[in-house]
């Protein structure tokens, strides 16, 4: 079994910035990618970003690129998301993911493991 425990959330006016921890334990884990979804009221899951655990490949969204960055520490098993010049459109609750293989890292159907969630919030 593997466990996702994310960190960091918080409450900042806009333009200001956050970052996210997700630490991962469990079994020997070496997750190929991980990443990071968001959900708010009212909307579906969508895709964040995303990590290659060798190589450290990066994906974001559009909506994010230019203001967050993925990161991750191998050693200390733990990915990290700095968000900067916020936006009241990214409030949402953030979540931690591992990813197979299998699908499109912006697929839901990629994710084998969830973290429990994390509120961020960006007020104007």
């Known amino acids: 079994q593997v466990q996702l425990v994310e960190s960091g959330g918080g409450l900042v006016q806009a333009g200001g910035s956050l970052r996210l921890s997700c630490v991962a334990s469990?079994?020997?884990?070496?997750?190929?990618?991980m990443g990071w979804f968001r959900q708010a009221p009212g909307k579906e899951r969508e895709f964040v970003a995303a990590i290659t655990w060798i190589g450290a490949t990066t994906y974001y969204a559009d909506s994010v690129k230019g203001r967050f960055a993925i990161s991750r520490d191998p050693a200390k098993n733990t990915m990290y998301l700095q968000m900067n010049s916020l936006k009241p459109e990214d409030t949402a609750v953030y979540y931690c993911?591992?990813?197979?293989?299998?699908?499109?890292?912006?697929?839901?159907?990629?994710?084998?493991?969830w973290g429990q969630g994390s509120q961020v919030t960006a007020s104007s």
């Open positions: 469990g079994r020997t884990f070496i997750p190929e990618t």
């Open positions: 993911a591992a990813l197979n293989r299998y699908y499109a890292v912006s697929s839901l159907r990629a994710v084998d493991y």
